[in-house]
């Protein structure tokens, strides 16, 4: 069993729609990271979670520490927002970049 | 600030043959990681430095030897390629918790 689940694996859109990406994990983690990788391969930083809610632009992560599971949510999509969503965790003790990925999300909005 | 950069962009290799894979950062972070991305897979660590002169394994480390040469550079070696090494790899830095990576390189071992 993956240690970082990641539901829908692919997600299709129109566009206007409200998006939510989900990210279970099994292991005990002290952050939790969402990152976006673009059609053409590049790899961004989303947020960093550990706790509680973030909201970035149309964009809002939430981390249930108890429940060992996070969401993605888009507001208002977009054609651009069409991308691979990876959610990832670093458990305990881990240094910041030794993370554990989930497969990826990939989420494809239609005009 | 250029970021994170990697060279080459591709690189077709034969079995058996080697090759370096260049990184460098700009924005002065102490923290360097490459990871490889495989169909179907998540991201997996192969190597990291935590600082300047220090070096750990990661997930999948065989086959691979790194470098970090100086706080800038991080470099990553194939000695002897393999078809399994076939894969996009990025190389990353990262700053409280925050990761930065490269463009990538596709690598292809016939």
């Known amino acids: 069993k993956n240690e970082v689940e990641q539901s829908p694996q692919n997600l299709t859109a129109q566009e206007g729609e409200f998006i939510t990406i989900n990210c279970s994990y099994s292991?005990?983690?002290?952050?939790l990271h969402w990152l976006q990788q673009h059609p053409g391969g590049g790899i961004v930083s989303l947020f960093m979670l550990s706790s509680g809610k973030k909201k970035h632009g149309r964009l809002i992560a939430t981390i249930n520490i108890q429940e060992k599971h996070s969401s993605l949510h888009i507001t208002a999509s977009h054609p651009r927002d069409s991308a691979v969503y990876i959610c990832?965790?670093?458990?305990?003790?881990?240094?910041?970049?030794?993370?554990?990925f989930g497969k990826g999300t990939k989420l494809s909005v239609k005009p | 600030n250029a970021g994170v950069t990697q060279t080459p962009k591709f690189q077709v290799l034969k079995t058996g043959q080697s090759m370096t894979l260049q990184c460098a950062q700009d924005m002065n972070h102490n923290s360097m990681y490459w990871y490889r991305q495989d169909p179907g897979m998540g991201l997996r660590l192969i190597y990291y430095?935590?600082?300047?002169?220090?070096?750990d394994k990661g997930e999948v480390p065989n086959g691979y030897n790194v470098s970090r040469l100086n706080k800038r550079e991080f470099s990553l070696r194939l000695e002897s390629a393999a078809p399994s090494q076939t894969s996009v790899y990025f190389c990353?830095?990262?700053?409280?918790?925050?990761?930065?990576f490269g463009p990538g390189t596709r690598l292809l071992v016939l």
């Open positions: 990353a830095s990262t700053f409280t918790e925050t990761q930065y």
């Open positions: 430095s935590a600082s300047e002169g220090t070096t």
């Open positions: 990832a965790v670093r458990g305990y003790g881990g240094s910041q970049g030794n993370l554990i």
């Open positions: 292991v005990g983690i002290s952050a």
